[in-house]
């Protein structure tokens, strides 16, 4: 109780300064007069009471000070006049705040940016209730050590009937997107589908409207959710669309409610990118066969329940499984993760990379502050010798100095937020979508975060300054500064050490840019096995409301093909299933002697012709072959010596399993599935009469290229006004969609090298300066004596040669020693590349050299009788 008295009797204090202080006046001139009055009841004539009243009470200023001293509120106040005296100072050397603020900045903007991009997925609890007791559970093959994203039936139902520390498990997948005619024409929704108890498990409920739970699958209509993300861009966020009722051209749906907006769909790489959520049960028809898969379930543990736990019980249920059921396979495993790891474990390895470079960017600036702040305090040694003299003790130095530290941090994070507000708004754009899993950006955990980084790395690297200038001889440097009338050097060798740490941390980071920039260059520039990389790609599909049989969609890719084939200024088109950007064939073939995962892939006559594929032997596919769906074949390269090595295939029979014998008819170039992928095996067939209804337009021509894909999508849309047509692109801008992660890393990395190396720079420049501006007088004496400019440049160039090439050296160390992390993330290039490390020190020094000439050249233009004159 006595505490809180205190505490809002100090509040109070502080709130009402002026009435305290009135207060304070108040009773001392009380206690003064009763002093008085006391002295002339005594006998004292009334004058000499005053004086020696006064003299006994003393100073009236130092009383309230000491009165004031005993309250809390005292010591905040105190702090709040350093800051205020700490910003009045900062405005007076507008140069160095603008530096100090702006590079410190840029070390806490890209921290921010990489905060806001992880929080969701590294640090913040997923949406769910009881999210740490969720959990995937992933199938897995021994023999061949790999995941799978299915899970066999027989294996799923012995978890929900008989796992002892399950307490519940749901399954969810992606459904095919359903067609809807709106008012702008015809338009995809893509949906996703769960089990009827997804939701309830993992304890999500609705923005508006009602979550969808067991018996929803029942419902006529079919009930239905719509994404936050749909409600908002295709509704308008108008909550009556709850209860409205859906007409699409496959099925007719009733909207129930909306998911919340942090909603994230369960499956590895997904997240609300879909529009609509349904629940429907497992296929009861695939009961019967122990051979029959689900998509990866999500299991909620019991209390108490740990993952070694859960995992020892599924090993026993799995092995009984296999012994129940022989036909299935007998190298099968489940593993059990805890679900926001398994989600975001394709993201996990290079967030926590982007962190540490980030991390590094951020000692860098830091280094550079306290360098900075050292240079400064030299130039403030006089002030500080005066108020030491004066009776202000070093712990109060140090207390001002480390506060005006901290103003500088608070600036510079208020900048930090701005900046990374709009390298946020400009990444965006570019992140792929796995690391969109969850909505991220700037917020108050964000906000937070800047606070506490700010403020905690300003006093870590604002102490050493603080208390080295604190601690130095404040008379020698006022007699020093009184008789050549400028900063003497402090800790030259400190400023050298501090600038060395820079550059070995940039070299680091550099070496990370140059290594996945020269990843990206040779996954662009490999030899993809085909020419005509601005061929316009066009997708669309074939419906089975109104094409329901093989024959009526191969009759409407004839009459698409043939008027595109008209067109004017079109030189060559064809039809296939190969949209790329890592697209899967429609099957693969298998026989002895065959390449492993040779991809089967039907195309129409002239579809090596328009992307430029060459044959090599034989000949392309005849219009005759194609309409009479003729058993024969063009085969790849790599297919053509796997099965005949050392003979011609043409006129040779291909047996696989599930596939007809066919006769080989052609050899074609052997094509990458993308930038730096593997050489693609494939087997190519007349495309005919096929089940998949997914279909791709490839043409190439003159002109416009963006003028020929309105013309595509017209021809389509003018066939069937009900199709809906993607977006067309060329097969370049198809296949930078497999690249968009080293993309992404290498402009990241490409960011933080050059925030590094610009504030590196800028550390040089600024001790190489300071250090110039200290031995003024040596370089006169230098000049009197006979010394040329362009020696005195060399002079002070070499002097900032030595710590950077103790930097250069101490990172390189550092390089081969973490660059061997990033093995996974290159293609075609080695941790350990000498040209990408050539490069990198080459430019480090380059840039360094030119940070120390500026000052370089300002030594040589010293005027000896000037620099002499003091002396």
Known sequence: MRRTRRILAGLSALVHRTRADSELDEELRAYLASAVDGKVAAGVDREEALRRARAEFGSAAAAKDWVRDVGWESRLESVWQDAR?????????????????????????????????????????????????????????????????????????????????????????????????????????????????????????????????????????????????AWQRRFGADASVVGRTLSFEQRRVQIVGVLPRRFIFPLQGSLADGDLFFVEPLDPREAADPRSGVWTPIARLKPGVSIAQAQTEIDVLVGRAARQFPSTPQDRALRVANLQFALFELSRSLLWLLIAAAGGVMLIACVNLANLLLARGAAREREIGIRTAIGASRARVARQLLIESIVLGLFAGGLALVLAALAFDALTEYVPSRYRLVPSGLDARTAGFTLLLSIGASIFFGVFPAFRLAKSDASAAMRETCRAGASRPLGMKTGALLVAIQVSLCLVLLAGTGLTANSLIRRRTVDLGFTHKDALVLNFGTPVSRYPTPQHMFDFRARVLEDVRRMPGVEAAAIDFTPFGGAAPMMHAVAEGLPEATGVWSVTRGYFATLGVPLTDGRDFAEEEIRADAPVTIVSESVARAMWPGQSPIGRVLRADRLPSLTVIGVARDVRGGYGGRIRPAVYRPLARDRFRTSTIVARGSGDPDALGRALRAIVQRLDPRIVVAPPRTVRASLARGIVDPQFQTWLFALFGFVGLLVSAVGIYGVMAHWVSGRTRELGVRLALGAEPGQLKGFVIRQASIPLLAGVGVGLAGAFLLTKRLQSLLYDVTPYDPLTFVVVVLTLLAVGIAAAYVPARRAARVDPIVALRAE
């Open 85 to 229: 005296y700490a910003v009045r100072v900062l405005r007076r050397s507008p140069g160095f705040t603008a530096v100090a603020v702006a590079t410190f900045a840029l070390g806490l903007g890209t921290n921010v940016a990489i905060f806001a991009l992880s929080d969701g997925m590294l640090f913040r609890p997923l949406p769910y209730r009881d999210a740490q007791r969720l959990v995937m559970i992933q199938g897995y093959s021994v023999k061949q050590a790999q995941a799978y994203t299915r899970v066999l039936r027989v294996d799923f139902e012995q978890l929900q009937n008989q796992h002892s520390g399950i307490e519940g498990i749901a399954t969810a997948t992606f459904d095919t997107a359903l067609t809807w005619i709106g008012s702008d024409g015809a338009e995809s929704l893509r949906t996703s589908v769960g089990t009827p108890n997804l939701l309830e498990l993992l304890g999500v409920g609705a923005h508006i409207g009602r979550p969808l739970r067991p018996g929803d699958e029942l419902l006529e209509p079919q009930a239905a959710m719509l994404t936050f993300d």
